[in-house]
């Protein structure tokens, strides 16, 4: 019944640290525990995988397995080449929530391809397979223009094997790509073509992305005023709206913050458009070669690290921010700057990033750091950030009792709402009643009031907290099918709740 996706366990466990050789005594040699209750903010627990790790290193593909929890990585920059690395790895239970993380080296056959950076890499998880493109292999003179699939890519069902698909018409490095998995198209935006040649702002299309079928290589030509011209940009897509969202990059090592949005993006359903976001809110630092990571559910966008190379010495962040409304629909896009407790791990670009909408847990590994006293500093360690997206996912029940949860428009009574309790969340203790929204997007200042006698609508043996929002102020229309709670926990943190309803004339 409950669109939402479940809270973390009261205790994420994170094991196996085995201290690296070498180490002191000073080094963690015991399982580690760290208590999160999902009722807090954001953050940052250190993982200790077992098994050999990879070499540290920056520009690897950035590929993960939601379903799996395994991270994949590509290749990469390790600073011992040329050559550069061709290698293959899996950051098994890569969240650590659902066993120990431990790291593997896949043995491919076919192929590989050239060792390469600055290429990127998607992953299609109905096939299991990543796709790979572009990149440099030497001085990026020129760029690669070849595309590969990874069979099996997360070390499951078979051997993997490297398959090459055709080439793009244009060689592209520094660029950005994501993919389209209802449609298995993937995205290209921007990039350099050469070394010698300027960034572009250009926008390809892989059709058949996943090699399956027929792949083949299309330009969009999108109206309205472009982006201007960059490499390294970060890249977001919402299947429901096909908007591809487009952040930051750099153009001859300056740095941007701004904020695009590409309708049509995947090049079906009508004519691409590009349109730039006014994000409110203080935007971060401009910056190119972040992570970012997309939960589709909330709309929500969450960005950490990048590096700005118009400084000297380069600026590499380590700094967290979410942009609600991100693909530009709904109510107008904002942008908020998290404060995880615990960590954080060391400023860094270039690393590997992934994103478990359901557990709301990102995690973070490799990546490089260029500071005047070490420079450069690579890294293989691994992080996750719990409530990655700023916000508490609650369980709500729409007219306790009902089903279906019929609206009628034009009533001048009030909509039950149930939040829901569970055992690592008290809604009556915790929720603040005062800040809390209801109705079409979320956003509606509809509260009637809360009732003072909490119930357990669930019969869960655990007291929820029911308030009432008048019917006439929610903003529903005919055809809506959900129904959006939005608020804050008395600490500060936002909290959101969807479910169903049937709403009617």
Same mark, same amino acid.
């Given at each position: 019944m409950k669109r939402l996706r479940p809270f973390l366990p009261a205790i994420l466990c994170i094991v196996a640290c085995e201290a690296p050789s070498g180490v002191g005594s000073e080094a963690i040699q015991t399982a580690a525990l760290s208590v999160h209750s999902a009722s807090t903010g954001p953050e940052w627990i250190q993982l200790f995988p077992t098994g050999t790790p990879p070499a540290p290193r920056y520009s690897a593909g950035n590929a993960y397995d939601e379903i799996n929890d395994r991270l994949i990585l590509f290749g990469g920059e390790d600073l011992t080449g040329p050559p550069r690395p061709t290698d293959v790895w899996v950051l098994m239970n890569a969240s650590g929530v659902g066993g120990t993380p431990s790291w593997v080296e896949l043995s491919p056959t076919g192929g590989p391809p050239l060792g390469r950076e600055t290429g990127t890499v998607v992953y299609d998880r109905l096939s299991n397979r990543i796709i790979v493109h572009g990149g440099c292999s030497a001085n990026c003179s020129p760029a690669l223009g070849d595309t590969w699939v990874l069979? +099996?890519?997360?070390?499951?069902?078979? $051997?993997? *094997?490297?398959?090459?698909?055709? *080439?793009?018409?244009? @060689?592209?490095?520094?660029? *950005?790509? !994501?993919?389209?998995p209802g449609n298995n198209r993937m995205i290209v935006f921007g990039g350099n073509p050469n070394a010698s040649l300027p960034e572009s702002n250009d926008v390809w299309v892989l059709v058949d992305a996943n090699g399956i079928s027929a792949p083949s290589w299309v330009q969009l030509f999108p109206t309205g005023a472009p982006p201007a011209v960059r490499s390294l940009a970060t890249l977001a897509y919402d299947g429901a709206s096909n908007r591809l969202i487009v952040f930051g990059g750099q153009r001859l090592g300056i740095p941007f913050n701004d904020v695009w949005v590409l309708t049509h993006a995947n090049g079906l359903g009508g004519t691409p458009a590009w349109q730039q976001l006014t994000p409110g809110g203080a935007p971060p630092a401009a910056r190119s070669w972040a992570g970012t990571a997309y939960d589709a559910a909330t709309k929500r966008m969450t960005l950490f690290g990048g590096l700005d190379q118009g400084t000297n010495p380069y600026t590499s962040f380590n700094d967290v921010w979410v942009m609600s409304g991100a693909d530009g629909t709904g109510g107008g896009p904002q942008w908020t700057q998290l404060a995880p407790m615990g960590g954080p791990p060391v400023a860094r670009f270039g690393h590997s990033q992934g994103y478990d909408p359901l557990s709301n847990l990102m995690v973070v590994s490799m990546g490089r750091h260029d500071n005047p006293v070490v420079w450069p500093t690579l890294f293989n360690d691994v992080w996750v950030l719990t409530n990655a997206n700023?916000?508490?996912?609650?369980? !709500?029940?729409?007219?306790?009792?009902?089903?279906?949860?019929?609206?009628?428009? #034009?009533?001048?009574?009030? !909509?039950?709402? @149930? !939040?829901?309790?569970?055992?690592? /969340?008290?809604?009556?203790?915790?929720?603040?009643? @005062?800040?809390?929204? /209801?109705?079409?997007?979320?956003d509606e200042a509809s509260l009637a009031f809360c009732g $003072?006698?909490?119930?357990?609508? +669930? @019969?869960?043996?655990?007291?929820?907290?029911?308030?009432? /929002? $008048?019917? *006439?102020?929610?903003? /529903?229309?005919? #055809?809506? $099918?959900?129904?959006?709670?939005?608020?804050?926990t008395v600490g500060g943190t936002p909290i959101e709740g969807r479910d169903a309803v049937r709403v009617v004339s």
């Open positions: 069979t +099996n890519a997360n070390g499951l069902g078979g $051997t993997p *094997s490297w398959i090459q698909l055709p *080439s793009a018409p244009v @060689a592209r490095a520094y660029h *950005s790509a !994501i993919l389209d700023g916000t508490i996912a609650v369980a !709500i029940d729409i007219k306790p009792g009902s089903d279906p949860n019929s609206i009628k428009l #034009g009533s001048k009574g009030t !909509i039950p709402v @149930a !939040i829901l309790s569970t055992a690592d /969340f008290d809604a009556p203790a915790e929720v603040d009643r @005062a800040s809390l929204t /209801f109705g079409r997007t979320g $003072t006698t909490p119930k357990d609508v +669930n @019969a869960d043996g655990k007291a929820d907290l029911v308030c009432h /929002f $008048t019917t *006439s102020l929610t903003g /529903f229309q005919g #055809g809506d $099918t959900e129904g959006i709670l939005k608020g804050e």
